[in-house]
Structures are given as C-alpha cells and as structure tokens.
C-alpha cells in the first residue's frame, strides 16, 4: 500500500531538523538572545522566535524559556545546540568542498568548557575588528579539533594547555570552580567526580588537585558533552569542576570546601598559511577578554 509517498513498512520522515532554523538556533546561542541574533542574520525578532518554535516541534521538546526579561536555553536545548552545531560545520563543509563560499569565512574550533560566556563576546569583538569576515563555530574535543586544525578543517582552535608550539598562541588562563547540586554533603569516603570522559584537562586537574591535598576521589559519572556534566552533577551524582567566568550554572552551586583549583592556560592554535591579521586579531580579543573577566566566587581552600 502507497500512502503519502511511501511505500513499504517504511514511514516518512515528518519531523525535520532543517538548515535554516537550525542556524537562527545557533545565532541565539552565539549572539545572546533572538534579538541580537535577527540582527546578525538580517531577519526579524518574530522569524527567528518562529525558527525555534519549529525546531520545538520537530523535536518535541521545550528548548528556550524565558527567564525574567531574558530567555535561556532548556538542557533539551544545550543539547541540541550541539548536534546543530556538528550539522552546520558538516553543511557548510559540504558547500566549501564544491568551493561555494561568497564571502571570507573565519572557522574558529572550541572546546565547550566556558563556550557559552566565551564565544559571544569573542564573536562581537570580530565583527568590530574583520566586518568582512564570517565566523563560525565548530565545539567538539580537543583531540578532534587538533585533528581538523591539522587537516585544514579550522582556521583556529581554542584548546587548553600550554602554547608550546610556533602556530599556538597563549591567551590568558581560565579561573576553575567546584559545583555541586545545593543538596549536595561532602561524604566521609572517596569524593565523586563528575567529569568528561578522557582525555580532559578539567577531569585531570579536579583528580590532581585532590590527590595534592591527600583527599581520595574516584569518578562518579562520565560525560561527552557539558550539558550531561551539568545534569550528572545537579542530580548529586557528585562535583564538578567547571570554567565559568564567574557565573553559577543553574542547578548548582559553588564548593568553596574543596581545595582551590590552579587555572588552567588558554592557547588559540592557527593552520599553516592563515591570514596573520586574522590570528592578531582573534588573539587580541581574546586577551582582552580573558584580562577583563572577573570571578567573584571565593574558593576557599
């Protein structure tokens, strides 16, 4: 029996992650809200609020509430913002393979430690510095974008770890902080790490730095993406070390028990041949902006 196109036991595909809304998607995320993203993709507040109500439907979930004047994403959201992210970077990979490009495109890779305060600010300060420049984002691991920064995938690449290399540039350092859910009480055994899976350097610094203070951990839950760090750890699963800029995510709070946390070093890595003025540029927003953030949680030891 032929229904609506099919044929078979095989159903249409009715729900759609489509290009377009995925990008407005996106532009919220990077821009800091619907307003600043319509003006970045020369649409309206209304089109961009009904890009995401389309996405809502395709997935069926809530992904943007409002949270007094300003609007956050669900962690239905966050976690849908990264597969959209992939699914832009393979899309416009795509174009770029057939050389359809029509204007200069800075790719910048990051990691999704402190993305979400980082990479706003990083994306205002380009627009004022390369107008005729497009910048886009690819968030994955560090391996993975050293991976595609080699093969020519990414123009730059925020990673942390030491400049050691002449195509790498240290930046500043990102301040470090335990969370935990509120409930959460320090147990008499071994203390749960909530951590990414491995290799990562927050993982590696929350276990030395405990070892240091000759505390025993061990890892309570594991992660691939920022978003399930933060749910594992405000279901109590155990603590976390996070980069935040001074902002407390949602559902949890700051530990000022637990042993202060040595920063960890910022480094922009460029491809071979990349426009200088581009790396300049990027690096010194970066340094600016790492220079002019404070973080006013106390981390006592």
């Known amino acids: 029996m032929i229904r609506d196109g099919c044929s078979g036991s095989f159903r249409c595909m009715e729900k759609v992650l489509d290009i377009v809304p995925l990008r407005s998607f996106v532009a919220v995320a990077d821009r800091g809200g619907f307003q600043r993203a319509a003006t970045h993709l020369h649409l309206s507040q209304a089109a961009v609020s009904q890009h995401v109500r389309r996405l809502e439907a395709a997935t069926g979930r809530r992904l943007v509430e409002r949270d007094g004047r300003r609007s956050r994403f669900t962690p239905d959201g966050d976690q849908l913002l990264g597969y959209a992210r992939r699914i ?87 301040d470090l902080t335990w969370y935990s859910a509120p409930g959460w009480t320090r147990p008499t055994g071994p203390i749960p790490i909530v951590a990414f899976d491995n290799p990562c350097a927050l993982r590696t610094r929350a276990l030395e730095t405990l070892a240091d203070h000759r505390i025993t951990a061990e890892i309570g839950a594991e992660a691939n993406q920022l978003a ?74």
Request: charge should be negative; charged fraction near 20%.
């Open 228 to 301: 399930g760090v933060h749910a594992a750890t405000a279901a109590g699963l155990g603590v976390a070390v996070l980069a935040t800029f001074g902002t407390t995510p949602q559902g949890l709070t700051p530990r000022p028990d637990l042993p202060p946390l040595t920063p960890l070093p910022l480094a922009v890595w460029r491809r071979q041949a990349l426009d200088p003025a581009v790396f300049w540029h990027t690096t010194s927003a970066l340094r600016h902006l790492l220079a002019a953030a404070t973080t006013p949680i106390a981390q006592g030891a």
């Open 88 to 174: 832009l970077a393979l899309h416009d990979e795509s174009l770029r393979s057939f050389d359809v490009e029509d204007e200069a495109t800075v790719v910048i890779g990051s990691t999704e430690h402190a993305a979400a305060q980082l990479l706003p600010l990083l994306t205002a300060a380009l627009e004022r510095f390369l107008p005729d420049h497009r910048v886009r984002y690819r968030l994955d691991r560090g391996t993975a974008l050293r991976a595609d920064l080699g093969a020519g995938r990414l123009d730059l690449a925020l990673l942390l770890g030491p400049a050691d290399d002449p195509l790498a540039s240290h930046v500043g350092d990102l």
